[in-house]
């Protein structure tokens, strides 16, 4: 092949992890197990991968020790990938699941088995013994275990036991004193490749600073490659980090939803090769293992065919400014999701106590935001971008003229009449306490789209005159709906802009919150009925666009379920603990349980809400709820959640 076409056909892998195993040669149908790896060889023949996906570039092989035989067996894990069967196939146990799962998980006199995984990172090349978030083995057969494994292991001691579980953290001292340990803060840093949303794509490649995102310039065109964190993803064909992402953080998020090809990948800003593609049209394809980028033939994307802009409900008559539980989800439609599902959180009750949300909080409907266009003249500037096409495809007009839009929704005075009644609202509701007031739009905090972080809130104080009056915090949260970056966020997906309408949530301000966090009512990293994803960090420290180098506390807890599986031990996976606090949990173990079992209340009002019985499977189904841990006078702690919309990603 010549030089030249080589070059433009040179493809560049960049991978986080390479599954060896496909180019390996199969292990034999009828092997089942080793009862000794002599060699990487060995392990190579029959390692499988991990049940979950809390990790990449992870290999494993499953271990049984049978304590009554003394007996050691490596599974062949591609065709065993449970433990219960090949206890039951080539043991010939004769107990049924829930029986084997009871006996052999935690310290029981009838445990037959000690049940692990042996695993392999390729990213830092070493070995490292786990157990299930279920289990937690007795000092005596940690000993008999590893004695074991060390006399069967062709590297003998050259492993070290994870410490990720619930029970095996309160026990690190202990293990710490006899064996090498290993933290999921460990594995989390090693990590070099992050898929997001997997998929294939085209553009121009371009490699930028988070902070130049905020200039809203239109990359729509482009596959960007961003160094650092940013809440601002603009639309674009293609998004690579250089940082790891939670999945709960707004690159996520967003992309998720715009279903954009995206990923994270350590030091690409330092891949040569990747950088003499710069500026060239190139193919972006992002999967399970690995991302590459390549020089794509043509000159660049083609134009999509235009298709009429989908209309958003509404109702502009309602106006009482209402108490939030006078209303339901049924009001969505005068007061935005976000305030209506508010409500329906403080109808939630769990052990027959209501949830902790904010207290007196009210919803300013559509209508007062419609009166303020009307009043003032602004609905013809609104009226007059969205005919004019040459500003819809030019961005820098585009761009003035929304800020056009916003200074006059932000300079004209309200109604006194309204202003009045909101302020009397809140002197009577929150006394002299600083104000919260928040976005509740007809287009955010949905199941086909969430919005996350295009609108604003804004905090106001009574009696205060200037910046920080309440007056002009409802006017900010009224002209984000104006943004560049929401307007184009909408413009991706279609919306019909002109029947786009602010609502506004009100409550009082927390400043004082220990903790803050999101959670996934289900488990992203494994297919399992069990597990609530839930990101938390030291308090006001952001979850979802944390600073750069920031880590957030990560953990996966089983305790959504009595099963006596994960019940018993009150189960947890950790991922990685808060870069604030890298020595354990934010929250101990009696919160978390609360936590999970109120968030489990959440998930379950809201299947039965929207109905979804015979239309979604329950597993499947999960809420996006933001919370806080605040601590009162008198020390003690209280879980506040403040916002819950569906997560479809």
């Known amino acids: 092949m010549p030089i030249l076409r080589k070059r433009f056909l040179l493809l560049f892998f960049l991978q986080g992890f ?70 039951f196939d080539v043991l010939n146990d004769p107990d049924e699941l829930e029986d084997f799962n009871e006996k052999n998980y935690g310290i ?64 690190k001292k202990e293990i710490a004193e006899k064996f090498g340990i290993l933290t999921s803060d460990e594995l989390f840093r090693n990590q070099r490749y992050q898929p997001i949303c997997q998929g294939k794509t085209k553009g121009i490649l371009k490699f930028i600073q988070a902070d130049s995102l905020k200039q809203n310039i239109n990359y729509s065109q482009c596959i960007l490659i961003i160094k650092g964190n940013s809440n601002e993803i603009p639309v674009c064909k293609g998004v690579i ?53 390549r020089a794509a033939k043509g000159k660049g994307p083609g134009k999509q065919a235009e298709s009429k802009p989908i209309k958003i409900s509404s109702d502009t008559t309602a106006f009482l400014l209402a108490n939030l539980n006078t209303l339901s989800y049924s009001n969505k439609n005068a007061y935005g999701s976000k305030v209506c599902n508010l409500a329906e959180l403080k109808k939630i009750k769990y052990q027959k106590k209501s949830l902790n949300t904010p207290a007196n909080a009210f919803g300013i409907p559509f209508r007062y935001y419609c009166e303020h266009l009307k009043n003032n003249n602004i609905s013809p500037l ?75 809130s804004k905090s106001g104080i009574l009696g205060d005159t200037g910046k920080k009056s309440i007056e002009n915090a409802i006017k900010k949260v009224w002209a984000s709906l104006w943004s560049n970056r929401a307007f184009k966020e909408r413009a991706f997906f279609n919306f019909d802009h002109s029947t786009v309408y602010m609502g506004i949530l009100v409550h009082e301000a927390v400043d004082n919150e220990a903790i803050n966090g999101v959670a996934i009512t289900k488990n992203l ?58 020595a354990g949990s934010l929250l101990s173990n009696d919160e978390l ?9 959440i998930k379950q009002h809201f299947y039965k809400l929207y109905a979804l019985a015979g239309k979604k499977d329950y597993k499947s189904f999960a809420m996006d709820i933001e919370f806080k841990v605040v601590e009162g006078e008198d020390k003690k702690r209280k879980i506040i959640f403040k916002q819950a919309r569906p997560f479809n990603n």
């Open 18 to 87: 390479t599954l060896s195993f496909f180019s390996q040669t199969s292990p034999s149908k009828s092997l089942t197990h080793l009862s000794e790896l002599k060699s990487r060889k060995d392990f190579d023949l029959i390692k499988g991968l991990p049940l979950t996906e809390n990790f990449k570039g992870i290999e494993c092989v499953k271990v049984i020790y049978e304590l009554a035989t003394k007996k050691i067996f490596y599974l062949e894990s591609i065709k065993y990938k449970w433990h219960y069967r090949f206890a």
């Open 108 to 171: 029981n006199e009838g445990r037959k088995y000690i049940l692990a995984t042996f695993n392999y990172n390729i990213n830092t090349k070493n070995y490292f013994l786990q157990f299930s978030v279920a289990d937690n083995p007795s000092a005596e057969m940690l000993d008999e275990l590893m004695a074991k494994l060390r006399a069967t292991f062709y590297e003998k001691d050259n492993f070290k036991i994870l410490l990720n579980s619930t029970a095996l953290l309160s026990r």
């Open 241 to 293: 980090t250089d940082e790891f992402q939670t999945p709960l953080s707004h690159i996520c998020l967003l992309t998720n939803n715009r279903k954009t090809p995206s990923a994270a990948m350590k030091s690409i800003f330092e891949n040569d090769s990747i950088r003499k593609l710069e500026n060239k049209f190139v193919e972006l394809t992002v999967n399970d293992e690995k991302m590459s980028i």
């Open 382 to 456: 609104i009226i007059a971008l969205l005919n004019d096409s040459i500003a819809l495809n030019n961005d820098s007009i585009l761009d003035k003229r929304l800020k056009k839009i916003e200074k006059a929704i932000r300079k004209n005075p309200l109604s006194q009449k309204f202003i009045d009644e909101v302020t009397a609202l809140c002197k009577k509701n929150f006394g002299n306490k600083k104000i919260r007031f928040r976005s509740s739009s007809n287009c955010e905090d949905e199941g086909n789209f969430n919005g996350a972080g295009l609108y604003t």
């Open 525 to 582: 990293y494994r297919n399992v009925l069990y597990g609530f994803v839930i990101n938390i960090q030291k308090g006001e420290e952001a979850v979802v666009s944390p600073k750069a180098n920031m880590v957030c506390e990560q953990v996966v807890s089983y305790m959504n379920t009595t099963n006596n599986f994960y019940f018993e031990n009150r189960s947890a996976d950790w991922i990685s603990f808060s870069s604030l606090n890298p």
């Open 593 to 601: 349980f609360l936590l999970t079992r109120q968030l489990e209340s």
